[in-house]
């Protein structure tokens, strides 16, 4: 059974940092995309970025470009996201979802809130 | 970025009645390999997104039947031919065609 499992989200002032991460099990971690996706309180869905399975490869959304710093280790089946500079509009619950085009399973989510 | 604009908003509906809800994309979602990643999510109350349907028409593993997906191009729609209880949630329409990603607004189904 797939299963993604995301941690590390809390309480932050603007401007703080925070590291998410995203255990991964049950399937080959090591070939799949794997995306972060958020949803502010009460809002829709935002695509946030992804990285290709070797690593080489990482896409951000603009509004995070320069500030969030997606990464992975495929020894741990792990993701995570580097999130610098963060600002009240960046409150949200964070997803750790798997596969690129067509995003097939996701976490059950970890809330970061940005607010002094 | 590739807008998709979902309606209606909200769509309120009697149990074993059909739903359908619109979703119209700003660009056409077809991929260099001949695939349109336009892809539906169905999001119940405090539960994370599920993948119900991907690549316009696929459904997913366990998806009820009464739920379809279809359309082409920029135009794209889901069905519940006939809505049960269970089928209470927020529906998003995402395109993984073009860089970066993006959903729909989504649509509120609930129950008269």
């Known amino acids: 059974e797939v299963q993604l499992v995301e941690s590390g989200g809390g309480l932050v002032q603007p401007g703080g940092s925070l590291r998410l991460s995203c255990a991964a099990s049950?399937?080959?971690?090591?070939?799949?995309?794997m995306n972060w996706v958020r949803q502010a309180p009460g809002k829709g869905l935002e695509w946030v970025a992804n990285i290709k399975p070797d690593g080489s490869e990482k896409y951000y959304v603009d509004s995070v470009k320069g500030r969030f710093t997606v990464s992975r280790d495929n020894t741990k089946n792990s993701l995570y996201l580097q999130m610098n500079s963060l600002r009240a509009e960046d409150t949200a619950v964070y997803y750790c979802?798997?596969?690129?085009?067509?995003?097939?399973?996701w976490g059950q989510g970890t809330l970061v809130t940005v607010s002094s | 970025d590739v807008v998709l604009t979902q309606s209606p908003l909200s769509l309120p509906v009697t149990l074993g009645q059909p739903a359908s809800i619109s979703c119209r994309s700003s660009?056409?979602?077809?991929?260099?390999?001949?695939?349109?990643?336009l892809n539906w999510f169905q999001q119940r109350p405090g539960q994370s997104p599920r993948r119900l349907i991907y690549k316009i028409s696929e459904r997913d593993s366990g998806v009820p039947d009464r739920f379809s997906g279809s359309g082409s191009g920029t135009d794209f729609t889901l069905k519940i031919s006939r809505v049960e209880a269970e089928d209470v949630g927020v529906y998003y329409c995402m395109q993984g065609t073009h860089w970066p990603w993006t959903f729909g607004q989504g649509t509120r189904v609930e129950i008269k």
């Open positions: 049950g399937f080959s971690f090591s070939i799949y995309w």
């Open positions: 660009q056409g979602l077809v991929f260099s390999d001949g695939d349109t990643f």
């Open positions: 979802a798997r596969d690129s085009r067509a995003i097939a399973y």
